[in-house]
């Protein structure tokens, strides 16, 4: 594995914390009134939704696919903008310590599957987490970055490193080399894209245009990856983190995941949900998935499935 000197990287994205969200580029700060209609193009045509990808139908005539994403961070969220406190180092080890058997359990009692996005670091930390994981075959390890960096903050060919590294690290533990991907925090840079076209990816899940599975077009161009979108509706973290600014009652979110799973069902199409253990498996939030899925078995025709199992489906389907 390439060597990656974390004190650096940590260095250089600590170095943009001038904003919250900062982007490290020099032009943040100008008006975009001032842009050209060329250069408010040029920026939305970057990464854009190609033709839809829902097939006629799904496996075993489903009238919906249903896909639980778990992304395992544990302690790598703790190191967000510099140095972690301990305190947030603890929150984050009870994912990987008592949160993640929850989910597994709960999932194998229902035998549903699951795609578990992993930042390398976190696995490197605790590997024995693969073996709980792969209790069901039908599990998927798929890449979540190398220690849940922003992408934005990190030079092109160190991005480009820390995925191959993910890669490699990925393949070792588990003894699967992963085809799907994930922004840490859905966050894009502009060499995200042609790193993933570069790297044979399958399947990316960061983008937010549609609730259904499409092609992800690169600068104009179809790439032959397929997106499979998610949402901050359909997130976990924002909505059960008790001192975040969105904080929701996870009654009243099931509420809502129960709606959009309905509409879903109606349209025939795709609900996808990202959970992270360190939040959904706790006592008081792990009843609500299982109630959810629970609601979901009533319908009888759901194809729950792994992002990778869709991701080749639809590509099957349409031809690519």
């Known amino acids: 594995m390439k060597p990656l000197i974390l004190i650096g990287l940590i260095a250089f994205m600590c170095s943009c914390q001038q904003a919250q969200d900062c982007d490290c580029n020099e032009e943040t700060s100008e008006q975009k009134w001032t842009w050209s209609t060329e250069r408010f193009e040029k920026a939305v045509s970057k990464v854009r939704a190609g033709r839809d990808l829902t097939p006629t139908s799904w496996p075993g005539n489903a009238k919906v696919a249903v896909l639980f994403s778990f992304d395992v961070d544990n302690e790598t969220v703790a190191w967000w903008d510099g140095e972690p406190l301990i305190m947030e180092l603890s929150r984050g080890e009870y994912g990987g310590r008592v949160a993640l058997k929850r989910v597994i359990n709960l999932l194998e009692k229902h035998g549903v599957p699951g795609s578990f ?7 490197h930390l605790a590997p024995q987490m693969a ?4 209790r069901l075959p039908r599990h998927e390890f798929a890449v979540h970055g190398w220690i849940h960096e922003r992408n934005t903050r990190v030079p092109p060919d160190k991005e480009r490193e820390m995925i191959e590294n993910s890669i490699e690290l990925l393949t070792k533990i588990t003894g699967e080399k992963p085809v799907g991907y994930r922004a840490p925090s859905w966050n894009f840079s502009d060499a995200t894209p042609n790193i993933l076209l570069d790297l044979g990816f399958m399947y990316e899940s960061s983008m937010m ?22 949402e901050w509706i359909m997130d976990d973290a924002p909505l059960f983190n008790p001192r975040g600014g969105r904080y929701s009652n996870p009654r009243e979110v099931l509420q809502v995941w129960k709606d959009e799973f309905d509409v879903a069902y109606e349209e025939g199409t795709m609900f996808l949900l990202t959970m992270h253990p360190h939040y959904i498996g706790h006592r008081s939030r792990i009843v609500v998935l299982d109630e959810l899925i629970q609601y979901m078995k009533t319908k009888g025709d759901v194809w729950f499935a792994t992002h990778q199992e869709t991701a080749r489906y639809v590509k099957e389907q349409a031809g690519l």
């Open 131 to 134: 073996d709980e994981i792969k």
């Open 209 to 230: 245009s549609d609730d259904r599975p499409y092609e992800l077009v690169v600068d104009g161009n179809p790439t032959g990856i397929v997106e499979l979108p998610v």
């Open 117 to 123: 996005f992993i930042p390398a670091l976190s696995l």
